[in-house]
């Protein structure tokens, strides 16, 4: 009569599988049959691949899980983390003065325009140099702002922005050049 070692004696330290004549151990997921054939080691999912998460996986007993860096959530696939735009969440310390500016993982908050002596502020983001103005000659006779964000991982070269030149005034010119910013040469104007 075969002895069922799994009720009598139960050597496994997981699950214990009866056969004629012998016992199979098994592991729960997770876990896996170290060389003994007896016991069961965690198994580290994190070291199988590094694409299981999207920001840092770490193991635990039997599992693993994803965490993400600070600023963002995990989403409902427990894998891919984004971004939290706190600025349209409304969780800023900006002053009633600046603007939120979402960036990855955090905001920025940003000062009003400020238009420079012989400039006049027309609107919250356009300063003009009056033509009337001895101190606006040779200077631009107008200068927008404007803030954008540009996301990483796209394809380059790629073009971010277009400026156009108007014929409102006859006999403008226009010079279009990058001001500052591009010390490593990393944008160039077309």
Do not use: W
Not at 114 to 141: H, K, T, V
């Amino acid at each position: 009569t075969d002895v069922n070692e799994c009720t009598s004696e139960n050597p496994c330290t997981q699950t214990c599988v009866n056969t004629y004549g012998s016992f199979l151990c098994r592991c729960e997921p997770g876990y896996e049959l170290e060389a003994d054939g007896v016991n069961c080691s965690d198994m580290d999912e994190c070291s199988f691949s590094e694409f299981l998460c999207q920001h840092e996986c770490v193991n635990g007993p039997g599992s693993y899980y994803c965490i993400c860096p600070s600023g963002y959530n995990l989403l409902d696939d427990s894998r891919s983390c984004q971004d939290i735009n706190e600025c349209e969440n409304r969780n800023f310390t900006c002053t009633a003065q600046q603007t939120c500016f979402n960036i990855p993982g955090e905001y920025k908050c940003l000062d009003p325009v400020r238009c420079e002596e012989p400039y006049l502020q027309i609107s919250e983001n356009r300063c003009m140099c009056p033509a009337e103005n001895p101190g606006c000659r040779d200077q631009p006779f107008t200068i927008l702002y404007r803030v954008m964000d540009m996301v990483s991982g796209r394809s380059v070269p790629s073009d971010i922005f277009q400026m156009q030149a108007t014929t409102r005034y006859p006999g403008a010119y226009y010079i279009f050049q990058i001001k500052s910013g591009n010390e490593g040469r990393e944008f160039y104007m077309r």
